[in-house]
Protein backbone atom coordinates (compact mmCIF):
# COMPACT_ATOMS: atom_id res chain seq x y z
CA UNK A 1 0.00 0.00 0.00
CA UNK A 2 2.78 2.31 1.12
CA UNK A 3 4.55 1.64 -2.34
CA UNK A 4 1.13 2.83 -4.08
CA UNK A 5 0.53 5.55 -2.31
CA UNK A 6 4.30 6.91 -3.38
CA UNK A 7 3.99 6.16 -6.88
CA UNK A 8 0.34 7.94 -7.19
CA UNK A 9 1.88 11.03 -5.62
CA UNK A 10 4.93 10.73 -8.30
CA UNK A 11 8.15 9.19 -7.42
CA UNK A 12 11.54 8.29 -8.66
CA UNK A 13 12.42 4.33 -9.64
CA UNK A 14 14.37 2.23 -6.95
CA UNK A 15 16.85 -0.73 -8.19
CA UNK A 16 14.19 -3.05 -7.95
CA UNK A 17 11.89 -1.52 -10.50
CA UNK A 18 14.56 -1.02 -12.61
CA UNK A 19 15.67 -4.68 -12.79
CA UNK A 20 12.12 -5.18 -13.82
CA UNK A 21 11.68 -3.10 -16.24
CA UNK A 22 15.26 -5.15 -18.40
CA UNK A 23 14.48 -6.36 -21.00
CA UNK A 24 11.17 -4.40 -21.91
CA UNK A 25 11.35 -0.53 -21.16
CA UNK A 26 15.28 -0.97 -20.63
CA UNK A 27 16.77 -2.83 -23.76
CA UNK A 28 20.59 -3.13 -24.80
CA UNK A 29 20.34 -2.13 -28.70
CA UNK A 30 21.51 -4.21 -31.53
CA UNK A 31 25.14 -5.85 -31.46
CA UNK A 32 25.18 -4.28 -27.47
CA UNK A 33 26.15 -6.64 -24.53
CA UNK A 34 23.29 -7.19 -22.26
CA UNK A 35 22.33 -5.03 -19.47
CA UNK A 36 25.00 -5.95 -16.53
CA UNK A 37 23.38 -5.68 -12.71
CA UNK A 38 26.17 -3.67 -11.85
CA UNK A 39 24.73 -0.97 -14.21
CA UNK A 40 21.90 -0.47 -11.73
CA UNK A 41 22.00 2.09 -8.90
CA UNK A 42 19.58 2.54 -5.85
CA UNK A 43 17.42 5.19 -7.77
CA UNK A 44 19.41 5.31 -11.54
CA UNK A 45 20.75 3.04 -14.77
CA UNK A 46 24.35 4.09 -15.51
CA UNK A 47 24.38 4.04 -19.57
CA UNK A 48 27.29 2.81 -21.58
CA UNK A 49 28.98 4.16 -24.55
CA UNK A 50 28.31 2.48 -27.69
CA UNK A 51 31.22 1.69 -30.54
CA UNK A 52 31.82 4.68 -32.16
CA UNK A 53 32.39 8.42 -31.63
CA UNK A 54 31.63 11.23 -34.16
CA UNK A 55 33.06 14.28 -34.18
CA UNK A 56 31.09 17.42 -34.79
CA UNK A 57 31.01 20.66 -36.05
CA UNK A 58 28.79 22.10 -33.27
CA UNK A 59 26.11 20.96 -30.99
CA UNK A 60 22.78 20.80 -31.68
CA UNK A 61 19.09 19.93 -30.39
CA UNK A 62 17.65 16.69 -31.73
CA UNK A 63 13.71 18.47 -31.90
CA UNK A 64 13.49 19.18 -35.47
CA UNK A 65 16.24 16.89 -37.85
CA UNK A 66 16.81 13.53 -37.06
CA UNK A 67 20.05 12.87 -35.15
CA UNK A 68 21.84 10.82 -38.24
CA UNK A 69 20.93 13.69 -41.13
CA UNK A 70 22.91 16.07 -38.32
CA UNK A 71 25.70 13.62 -38.07
CA UNK A 72 25.59 13.59 -42.29
CA UNK A 73 25.83 17.28 -42.00
CA UNK A 74 28.28 18.39 -39.22
CA UNK A 75 30.68 15.34 -38.66
CA UNK A 76 33.88 15.72 -39.51
CA UNK A 77 35.56 12.49 -38.78
CA UNK A 78 35.28 9.01 -36.49
CA UNK A 79 36.96 7.43 -33.97
CA UNK A 80 36.60 3.52 -33.27
CA UNK A 81 35.95 3.03 -29.42
CA UNK A 82 36.58 -0.47 -29.63
CA UNK A 83 39.36 -2.17 -28.44
CA UNK A 84 41.48 0.40 -26.41
CA UNK A 85 39.24 2.82 -27.86
CA UNK A 86 40.36 6.69 -28.70
CA UNK A 87 41.34 9.51 -27.53
CA UNK A 88 38.74 12.97 -27.34
CA UNK A 89 40.90 15.81 -27.92
CA UNK A 90 40.37 19.24 -25.40
CA UNK A 91 37.40 21.74 -26.78
CA UNK A 92 36.33 19.27 -29.42
CA UNK A 93 32.75 17.68 -29.67
CA UNK A 94 31.94 14.55 -30.42
CA UNK A 95 28.52 12.30 -30.75
CA UNK A 96 28.40 8.78 -29.23
CA UNK A 97 25.32 6.29 -29.79
CA UNK A 98 24.62 4.50 -26.20
CA UNK A 99 24.25 0.94 -26.43
CA UNK A 100 21.07 1.23 -24.14
CA UNK A 101 17.81 1.49 -26.02
CA UNK A 102 14.06 2.99 -24.10
CA UNK A 103 10.86 1.66 -24.59
CA UNK A 104 8.77 3.17 -21.83
CA UNK A 105 5.28 2.76 -20.51
CA UNK A 106 2.92 5.79 -21.23
CA UNK A 107 3.26 6.86 -17.35
CA UNK A 108 6.93 6.83 -17.21
CA UNK A 109 9.61 9.85 -17.95
CA UNK A 110 13.27 10.04 -17.49
CA UNK A 111 16.02 12.30 -16.61
CA UNK A 112 19.82 11.94 -17.40
CA UNK A 113 22.70 13.64 -15.90
CA UNK A 114 26.49 13.28 -16.17
CA UNK A 115 28.56 10.36 -13.43
CA UNK A 116 30.62 11.53 -10.54
CA UNK A 117 33.71 11.02 -11.72
CA UNK A 118 32.53 12.45 -15.62
CA UNK A 119 31.78 15.99 -13.85
CA UNK A 120 34.98 15.56 -12.19
CA UNK A 121 36.97 14.73 -15.00
CA UNK A 122 35.84 18.19 -16.55
CA UNK A 123 33.83 15.87 -19.54
CA UNK A 124 30.75 18.19 -20.62
CA UNK A 125 28.54 15.89 -21.35
CA UNK A 126 24.17 15.86 -22.39
CA UNK A 127 22.07 13.20 -23.83
CA UNK A 128 20.22 13.70 -27.36
CA UNK A 129 16.84 12.14 -27.47
CA UNK A 130 15.46 12.16 -31.31
CA UNK A 131 12.61 14.19 -31.87
CA UNK A 132 12.51 15.83 -28.35
CA UNK A 133 13.78 19.42 -27.79
CA UNK A 134 15.34 19.22 -24.44
CA UNK A 135 18.68 17.63 -23.50
CA UNK A 136 18.92 15.32 -20.35
CA UNK A 137 15.50 14.72 -20.41
CA UNK A 138 12.71 12.10 -22.23
CA UNK A 139 8.77 12.82 -22.70
CA UNK A 140 6.48 10.20 -20.89
CA UNK A 141 6.29 7.06 -23.18
CA UNK A 142 9.52 7.49 -25.04
CA UNK A 143 10.76 4.52 -27.25
CA UNK A 144 14.07 5.36 -29.28
CA UNK A 145 17.71 5.28 -29.06
CA UNK A 146 19.72 8.00 -27.06
CA UNK A 147 22.83 9.94 -28.26
CA UNK A 148 25.64 11.26 -25.95
CA UNK A 149 27.47 14.47 -27.01
CA UNK A 150 30.76 14.70 -25.22
CA UNK A 151 33.19 17.92 -24.67
CA UNK A 152 36.47 17.20 -22.57
CA UNK A 153 36.82 20.80 -21.29
CA UNK A 154 39.95 20.55 -19.52
CA UNK A 155 41.95 17.20 -20.45
CA UNK A 156 42.25 15.23 -23.46
CA UNK A 157 40.93 11.61 -22.44
CA UNK A 158 40.65 8.52 -23.80
CA UNK A 159 37.56 6.63 -24.07
CA UNK A 160 36.11 2.95 -25.22
CA UNK A 161 33.09 1.18 -26.01
CA UNK A 162 31.58 0.35 -22.57
CA UNK A 163 32.46 2.86 -20.73
CA UNK A 164 29.73 4.35 -18.12
CA UNK A 165 29.69 8.77 -18.45
CA UNK A 166 26.08 9.29 -17.56
CA UNK A 167 22.90 7.67 -15.59
CA UNK A 168 19.41 7.36 -16.37
CA UNK A 169 16.56 7.76 -13.34
CA UNK A 170 13.06 6.74 -14.56
CA UNK A 171 9.91 8.61 -12.33
CA UNK A 172 6.32 8.58 -12.59
CA UNK A 173 4.52 12.22 -11.43
CA UNK A 174 6.16 14.78 -9.76
CA UNK A 175 8.53 13.53 -7.08
CA UNK A 176 10.04 16.82 -5.95
CA UNK A 177 9.15 17.55 -2.35
CA UNK A 178 7.80 20.69 -1.53
CA UNK A 179 9.16 23.25 0.77
CA UNK A 180 6.64 22.33 3.72
CA UNK A 181 7.37 18.81 2.64
CA UNK A 182 11.11 19.36 3.01
CA UNK A 183 11.20 20.97 6.29
CA UNK A 184 8.72 18.42 7.84
CA UNK A 185 11.26 15.95 6.76
CA UNK A 186 14.11 17.80 8.05
CA UNK A 187 12.44 18.41 11.58
CA UNK A 188 12.36 14.27 11.61
CA UNK A 189 15.67 13.43 9.97
CA UNK A 190 18.12 16.43 9.90
CA UNK A 191 19.71 16.09 6.96
CA UNK A 192 22.88 18.82 6.75
CA UNK A 193 25.54 18.42 9.58
CA UNK A 194 28.38 20.72 11.02
CA UNK A 195 31.02 17.78 11.33
CA UNK A 196 28.99 15.22 13.41
CA UNK A 197 26.72 17.86 14.88
CA UNK A 198 22.95 17.92 13.38
CA UNK A 199 22.52 21.49 12.10
CA UNK A 200 19.05 22.84 13.54
CA UNK A 201 16.25 24.01 11.62
CA UNK A 202 17.09 27.95 12.19
CA UNK A 203 20.36 26.82 11.13
CA UNK A 204 19.88 26.29 7.29
CA UNK A 205 18.11 27.79 5.04
CA UNK A 206 15.33 26.77 2.62
CA UNK A 207 14.43 28.49 -0.65
CA UNK A 208 10.95 28.58 -2.49
CA UNK A 209 11.28 25.87 -4.63
CA UNK A 210 11.56 22.86 -1.74
CA UNK A 211 15.79 23.38 -2.22
CA UNK A 212 18.60 23.93 0.50
CA UNK A 213 20.70 26.55 0.18
CA UNK A 214 24.28 25.18 1.15
CA UNK A 215 27.60 26.44 0.99
CA UNK A 216 31.10 26.59 0.04
CA UNK A 217 33.72 25.19 2.51
CA UNK A 218 37.52 26.51 2.38
CA UNK A 219 38.33 26.95 5.51
CA UNK A 220 40.32 23.63 7.65
CA UNK A 221 41.50 22.32 4.59
CA UNK A 222 44.32 22.16 2.97
CA UNK A 223 44.62 22.46 -0.12
CA UNK A 224 41.17 23.79 0.09
CA UNK A 225 40.45 22.98 -3.59
CA UNK A 226 42.05 22.13 -6.92
CA UNK A 227 42.13 23.92 -10.14
CA UNK A 228 42.99 21.60 -13.83
CA UNK A 229 46.31 21.97 -15.10
CA UNK A 230 46.77 22.97 -18.35
CA UNK A 231 48.25 21.31 -21.21
CA UNK A 232 48.42 17.79 -19.70
CA UNK A 233 48.94 14.46 -20.83
CA UNK A 234 45.94 11.91 -21.98
CA UNK A 235 43.38 10.79 -19.35
CA UNK A 236 42.29 7.76 -19.42
CA UNK A 237 38.94 7.48 -17.83
CA UNK A 238 38.27 3.94 -17.02
CA UNK A 239 41.48 3.10 -15.22
CA UNK A 240 41.39 3.24 -11.92
CA UNK A 241 44.31 5.10 -9.62
CA UNK A 242 46.50 5.44 -12.67
CA UNK A 243 47.59 8.81 -12.87
CA UNK A 244 49.19 11.12 -10.58
CA UNK A 245 47.20 14.10 -9.12
CA UNK A 246 49.87 16.60 -9.57
CA UNK A 247 50.73 15.92 -13.45
CA UNK A 248 46.75 16.86 -14.14
CA UNK A 249 45.61 19.57 -10.80
CA UNK A 250 47.41 21.52 -9.06
CA UNK A 251 46.43 22.65 -5.49
CA UNK A 252 44.49 25.74 -4.38
CA UNK A 253 44.91 27.26 -0.94
CA UNK A 254 42.51 29.59 0.43
CA UNK A 255 44.39 32.99 2.23
CA UNK A 256 41.78 35.04 4.66
CA UNK A 257 39.03 32.04 4.07
CA UNK A 258 38.91 33.21 0.55
CA UNK A 259 40.43 32.59 -2.70
CA UNK A 260 40.26 33.79 -6.43
CA UNK A 261 38.77 31.56 -9.59
CA UNK A 262 40.39 32.11 -12.57
CA UNK A 263 38.15 32.33 -15.30
CA UNK A 264 37.77 29.90 -17.92
CA UNK A 265 39.71 27.07 -15.39
CA UNK A 266 37.83 24.33 -13.97
CA UNK A 267 38.36 23.69 -10.01
CA UNK A 268 37.21 21.09 -7.49
CA UNK A 269 35.37 22.25 -3.85
CA UNK A 270 33.75 20.82 -0.97
CA UNK A 271 30.86 21.78 0.69
CA UNK A 272 31.28 23.26 3.77
CA UNK A 273 28.17 21.37 5.52
CA UNK A 274 28.36 17.70 5.69
CA UNK A 275 24.92 16.11 4.31
CA UNK A 276 22.78 12.68 3.97
CA UNK A 277 20.35 11.64 1.62
CA UNK A 278 17.57 8.92 3.62
CA UNK A 279 16.93 5.89 2.46
CA UNK A 280 13.73 6.69 0.55
CA UNK A 281 14.25 9.66 -1.38
CA UNK A 282 17.17 11.08 -3.62
CA UNK A 283 18.79 14.08 -4.27
CA UNK A 284 20.01 16.87 -7.42
CA UNK A 285 21.90 19.58 -6.88
CA UNK A 286 20.67 22.57 -9.00
CA UNK A 287 22.48 25.07 -11.22
CA UNK A 288 23.57 28.02 -9.69
CA UNK A 289 21.42 31.19 -9.31
CA UNK A 290 23.04 33.54 -11.73
CA UNK A 291 22.73 36.41 -8.60
CA UNK A 292 25.29 34.72 -6.59
CA UNK A 293 27.56 34.90 -9.54
CA UNK A 294 28.89 34.11 -13.05
CA UNK A 295 29.81 30.64 -12.76
CA UNK A 296 28.59 27.37 -13.38
CA UNK A 297 29.04 24.67 -10.02
CA UNK A 298 28.16 21.68 -10.38
CA UNK A 299 28.23 19.04 -13.48
CA UNK A 300 26.91 15.62 -11.68
CA UNK A 301 24.40 16.34 -9.45
CA UNK A 302 22.33 13.13 -8.38
CA UNK A 303 22.83 11.99 -4.88
CA UNK A 304 21.39 8.55 -5.02
CA UNK A 305 19.24 7.16 -1.70
CA UNK A 306 21.62 6.82 1.27
CA UNK A 307 24.53 9.30 0.33
CA UNK A 308 26.34 10.03 3.50
CA UNK A 309 23.86 8.01 5.57
CA UNK A 310 26.14 5.95 7.43
CA UNK A 311 28.62 8.97 8.11
CA UNK A 312 27.04 12.41 6.87
CA UNK A 313 29.58 13.33 3.81
CA UNK A 314 30.44 16.54 2.31
CA UNK A 315 29.41 17.35 -1.40
CA UNK A 316 31.74 17.94 -4.38
CA UNK A 317 31.44 21.03 -6.71
CA UNK A 318 32.66 21.13 -9.82
CA UNK A 319 33.19 25.03 -10.39
CA UNK A 320 34.31 27.01 -13.48
CA UNK A 321 34.13 30.94 -13.65
CA UNK A 322 32.97 31.91 -16.98
CA UNK A 323 34.52 35.40 -18.19
CA UNK A 324 36.14 37.24 -15.37
CA UNK A 325 37.80 36.44 -12.32
CA UNK A 326 35.21 35.62 -8.93
CA UNK A 327 36.36 35.84 -5.69
CA UNK A 328 34.80 32.94 -3.07
CA UNK A 329 35.08 32.96 0.24
CA UNK A 330 34.56 30.26 3.02
CA UNK A 331 30.68 29.96 3.90
CA UNK A 332 29.42 31.57 1.03
CA UNK A 333 26.40 30.10 -0.18
CA UNK A 334 27.03 28.60 -3.67
CA UNK A 335 24.48 25.65 -4.51
CA UNK A 336 21.20 24.76 -3.93
CA UNK A 337 20.27 20.91 -2.94
CA UNK A 338 16.59 19.39 -4.06
CA UNK A 339 15.06 16.42 -2.55
CA UNK A 340 12.52 13.92 -4.13
CA UNK A 341 10.35 11.03 -3.28
CA UNK A 342 11.71 7.38 -4.32
CA UNK A 343 9.35 4.78 -4.65
CA UNK A 344 10.34 3.24 -0.94
CA UNK A 345 13.86 2.13 -0.08
CA UNK A 346 15.71 0.63 -2.23
CA UNK A 347 17.28 -2.94 -2.31
CA UNK A 348 21.02 -1.68 -1.75
CA UNK A 349 21.93 2.26 -0.54
CA UNK A 350 24.63 4.21 -2.10
CA UNK A 351 27.94 2.55 -2.18
CA UNK A 352 26.52 -0.70 -0.89
CA UNK A 353 27.66 -3.90 -2.43
CA UNK A 354 29.34 -2.23 -5.36
CA UNK A 355 32.25 -4.44 -7.54
CA UNK A 356 33.86 -0.70 -8.31
CA UNK A 357 34.66 2.37 -6.41
CA UNK A 358 32.23 4.65 -4.72
CA UNK A 359 32.34 7.83 -3.36
CA UNK A 360 31.29 6.89 -0.07
CA UNK A 361 32.60 8.74 2.96
CA UNK A 362 34.16 11.44 0.28
CA UNK A 363 35.67 14.60 1.28
CA UNK A 364 37.63 16.50 -1.02
CA UNK A 365 37.88 13.93 -3.25
CA UNK A 366 38.66 13.82 -7.05
CA UNK A 367 37.62 10.94 -9.49
CA UNK A 368 38.71 7.24 -10.22
CA UNK A 369 41.57 7.96 -12.29
CA UNK A 370 43.85 9.74 -9.92
CA UNK A 371 45.71 8.62 -7.63
Excluded at 60 to 87: C, H, I, K, W, Y
Excluded at 330 to 341: A, K, S
Amino acid sequence: MERARSLTSGAILVDRDLRALLGGALLAGDGAPAIDDAQIEPASVDLRLGPVAHRVRAGFPPEQVPVEDRLAELSTSTLSLEGEGAVLERGLIHLVPLEEVLALPADVHGRFNPRSSTGRCDLFTRVLVPGHPRFDETPRGYAGRLWLEIAPLSFPVRLKRGDRLCQLRLQRGSAALTTEELRGRYAATPLCFDGERPLGLDEVRFDDDGALELRIGLEGRDPCGWRAAQNTEVLTFAAEGAHETLDFWEPIRAQAGHCILDPGRFHIFASKERIRVPPDLAAEMLPIDVGIGELRNNYAGFFDNGFGWGAPTPAVLEVRAHDLPFLIEDGQVFFRLRFFRTNGRPEELYGEGRRGGSYRGQDLTLARPFR
